[in-house]
């Protein structure tokens, strides 16, 4: 009988490790030292390698473009921890004002996982609990927040949702602003891309995953973002760990004149996504140069104009397109033009009259509208009645001149 009560015991003690690992785990736990991986060579890389990562799944997106320039099962769905935060943290950088004092209730101060140590009552700036759920990656954080910004933690899920789908990330749920596991709770590496490449245009929220130390009265707060220490040219973005999810990091990194975001999901430990992480930029920063395509302005040809005071006028490119490429790309360029043979008088400046459209092996990678660089008037009674009155006008100017010539001499 003695037997039996201990191996129940056991057997629940193993039950209740399992439900911790699986759902309250947290950046805290994941202490993992990273292994001794930096020195790897790249050059295989640099000669078109496509590398092979860890992860289940990975991108790497240009964050000026949105350009994909690597990818790893990017579309299908995954649990993505506390990578979640990114959404609450620019909607709560977009909706509320930084210096707001919030007060922490009772839910947010017992939620389990990662914490910043909030008790029930504490008042804290939106700014500083901002701190505490980018860099500690606290929980507790999070729901305060939620609640201030949405009023209720469940309305505000239904803001991160709405913003989700605003933005195309339309692979995603939430069900909380901290990221523990919960069925329905998933993303991908595509939308999580997506939405950081919104949220990295926001001053804000660029200067907060940045950092590597803040502190915020009585607490201070470390990036748990390792890559922030390891990697040059990284400027954020969010860890996220979790039994179901693994290892998860978020990583935008500049360099050469492009700013990457590269994502990695479901890693088997620290080590395995920085390096997946490391790899994966490596490869795009080794392989793409930012490339001009063509400049804003930039005349693409000419169009007849009928009936028009002017025979021709430029066509111009509505905007420019520069984006990151490969050498390889660059070489095959192919751009094709759909533009009108004839315009018919008038015609104003700046109307969108056809398409550039630039074509790398087949596919598609930019286009930008064609649009007139000039206007053109009709030649109609009004034009050919000026063009009579000016005519006659200088006729006159030129016979008052010869009078007074004649009179003179």
């Not at 939620?111 to 700014?127: C, E, F, N, P």
């Not at 039994?243 to 088997?268: F, Y």
């Not at 430990?269 to 790899?279: L, P």
């Not at 790398?360 to 009645?385: C, H, P, W």
């Amino acid at each position: 009988m003695k037997r039996k009560r201990l191996l129940l015991a056991a057997m629940a003690l193993i039950m209740v490790f399992a439900f911790c690992n699986t759902v309250a785990a947290d950046e805290f736990l994941d202490n993992e030292p990273v292994g001794e991986f930096w020195s790897e060579d790249t050059t295989a890389y640099a000669q078109g390698k496509i590398p092979d990562i860890q992860a289940q799944s990975g991108i790497v997106m240009d964050a000026e473009t949105g350009r994909i320039l690597y990818e790893k099962n990017a579309y299908v769905r995954r649990p993505m921890a506390s990578t979640t935060k990114i959404m609450t943290a620019i909607l709560a950088i977009e909706k509320g004002n930084l210096e707001d004092i919030v007060t922490v209730s009772q839910r947010a101060a017992s939620v389990g996982g990662s914490d910043i140590g909030l008790k029930k009552g504490d008042r804290y700036t939106l700014w500083e609990l901002l701190l505490g759920m980018m860099l500690n990656s606290g929980n507790d954080a999070a729901i305060a927040i939620a609640e201030h910004i949405g009023g209720t933690l469940e309305n505000f899920v239904d803001m991160m949702n709405k913003r989700a789908a605003e933005l195309g990330a339309f692979n995603t749920s939430f069900k909380s602003p901290h990221g523990l596991d919960a069925p329905g709770h998933y993303s991908t590496a595509y939308d999580l891309a997506v939405i950081t490449r919104h949220a990295l245009k926001n001053p804000t929220f660029s200067r907060i995953v940045a950092m590597t130390d803040a502190s915020a009265r009585d607490k201070n707060f470390h990036n748990t973002n390792e890559m922030l220490h390891l990697y040059p040219g990284t400027d954020g973005v969010k860890t996220g760990y979790t039994g179901k999810a693994g290892r998860c990091l978020v990583t935008s990194a500049t360099r050469n004149g492009m700013r990457l975001i590269s994502v990695v999901l479901n890693c088997p430990s620290r080590s395995a996504r920085a390096k997946s992480s490391k790899t994966i930029l490596d490869y795009a920063f080794e392989n793409y140069r930012p490339h001009t395509l063509v400049e804003s302005g930039e005349v693409i040809g000419f169009v007849r104009v009928e009936k028009g005071i002017t025979e021709t006028i430029p066509l111009k490119a509505a905007e420019e397109i520069r984006l990151p490429m490969t050498n390889d790309e660059i070489a095959n360029l192919m751009k094709f033009s759909s533009l009108p043979e004839k315009l018919v008088a008038p015609v104003q400046a700046n109307i969108p009259v056809g398409r550039l459209t630039f074509v790398v092996s087949g596919r598609e990678i930019a286009s930008t509208m064609v649009i007139t660089a000039e206007q053109s008037m009709r030649k109609d009674f009004n034009y050919y009645l000026r063009r009579i009155l000016s005519t006659w006008l200088k006729l006159v100017k030129l016979l008052n001149v010869s009078v007074i010539l004649d009179w003179l001499g």
